[in-house]
């Protein structure tokens, strides 16, 4: 991880962009705007998912009057999403937003664009030019060949350049393709030209789980060199699978603390007693229904389950029809296989409640001498060799003999 890129700072509402703070979470609600409480209530799944920031669309005049209405009840601060109408722009900060963005790819006119940077300006609102390799102004597009990474962040600076016109900075910049190398490349190139925060995203990345991995390649990539402030996972999806997802490439990336549970599981082996599969995914399922924020780790195999995954706050190994319940490495109960889903739940809420020095003192004594008895056995068992590695190794050395 590089040393975070030196910004700028904003406020969008009450969450700081850029500068020192920590970097948000954004997404997009998917009803129509004008559905007052069906697009408040995806507001609040989205803040319960960890987002930080929700963007609504407002194309149309009905639009503008339900943010009136969505703005004051809202859990997370809003920005209204302008495309083509300047003047709904206007009828948004009227209905009292957070934040504009702005396309300056079909929003054109010099004297439109300094309007609403004018409004802006007056009413303390920051906007972001939101670049998009799908909707670049042509003219732009043809000078530089093309949805190029120059040409993505000359569409910016015109903007830019509009907007200091009329003594307006309070701007944060998106630079969005679908193409993830040229989304890096964009990116890197705006953050050598502007001092602005950078809101990250691969555009139209799809469904999951390509989806996913695009917009992980592109935004983790970013994040890693320092670059980026906020960010969007734009899938074809639930937009509580794009919090979810940004949220846990912040924690992973050891850039926001852990809001929610992070399950680590083996990919499984010889030695694996269960259905790591199943079991990790009904673990995932109960863990994340209560929002604990814990490493949770699912091992198949109790000879090595416990040291590998000692870093983990809890995990459980599976042994011969019994759960090993160990915390930070150290097993602490030993339970029968059917309960060994419930028994880390039980275990997660404890340690949340009470803390992993009292869940280590209220181990059971004989916790750890039955589950090292338990190893020794399955170790006789099936041997140390259970994936016959050093026969095969020892074929290969035979077969490259000159």
Do not use: W
Request: net charge negative; hydrophobic share 45%.
């Amino acid at each position: 991880m590089q040393p975070r890129r030196v910004t700028r700072q904003l406020h969008v509402g009450s969450v700081a962009v850029g500068g020192d703070a920590p970097i948000s979470v954004q997404s997009m609600t998917t009803t129509k705007t004008a559905d007052v409480d069906g697009t408040l209530a995806q507001i609040y799944a989205l803040a319960g998912a960890g987002c930080d920031i929700v963007r609504c669309t407002c194309n149309e005049e009905e639009a503008a009057e339900g943010l009136a209405q969505i703005v004051p009840r809202s859990p997370v601060p809003i920005v209204a999403d302008i495309h083509f109408q300047y003047k709904l722009a206007l009828a948004a900060i009227e209905a009292g937003v957070q934040a504009l963005r702005l396309n300056p790819g079909n929003i054109r006119k010099a004297d439109h664009i300094k309007t609403v940077a004018r409004e802006a300006r007056d009413r303390g609102l920051p906007i972001r030019i939101g670049v998009n390799a799908g909707s670049l102004d042509p003219d732009i597009a043809e000078r530089h060949g093309g949805a190029t990474p120059e040409a993505l962040v000359a569409s910016a600076v015109r903007e830019l350049d509009y907007f200091r016109e009329v003594d307006f900075d309070d701007v944060k910049i998106s630079v969005k393709a679908s193409n993830v190398t040229t989304m890096i490349d964009a990116y890197r190139l705006l953050a050598e030209t502007v001092d602005y925060p950078l809101h990250l995203g691969v555009t139209e990345a799809g469904p999951p789980p390509a989806g996913i991995v695009k917009s992980t390649a592109g935004i983790g990539t970013l994040l890693a060199e320092g670059i980026g402030d906020t960010i969007r996972y734009s899938l074809t999806a639930d937009p509580v699978e794009e919090a979810q997802a940004g949220r846990t490439l912040l924690e992973s990336l050891g850039l926001r603390e852990r809001k929610g549970v992070d399950l680590i599981a083996c990919p499984s082996c010889g030695r694996a007693e269960i259905d790591v599969i199943a079991v990790a995914n009904a673990a995932q399922h109960a863990l994340q229904a209560r929002n604990l924020p814990l490493q949770v780790a699912v091992m198949g195999c109790v000879v090595n389950g416990p040291g590998e995954a000692r870093g983990a706050d809890l995990g459980i190994a599976a042994g011969r029809g019994k759960g090993h319940l160990f915390v930070r490495g150290t097993v602490v109960r030993v339970v029968p296989e059917a309960e060994m889903v419930s028994a880390l739940v039980d275990e997660a809420e404890k340690i949340v409640e009470e803390g992993i020095e009292a869940r280590l003192a209220a181990a059971d004594v004989n916790a750890e001498a039955i589950a090292a008895a338990e190893r020794e056995q399955l170790v006789e068992l099936r041997g140390t060799n259970v994936n016959h590695s050093d026969e095969r190794i020892e074929r290969i050395r035979e077969i490259a003999q000159p």
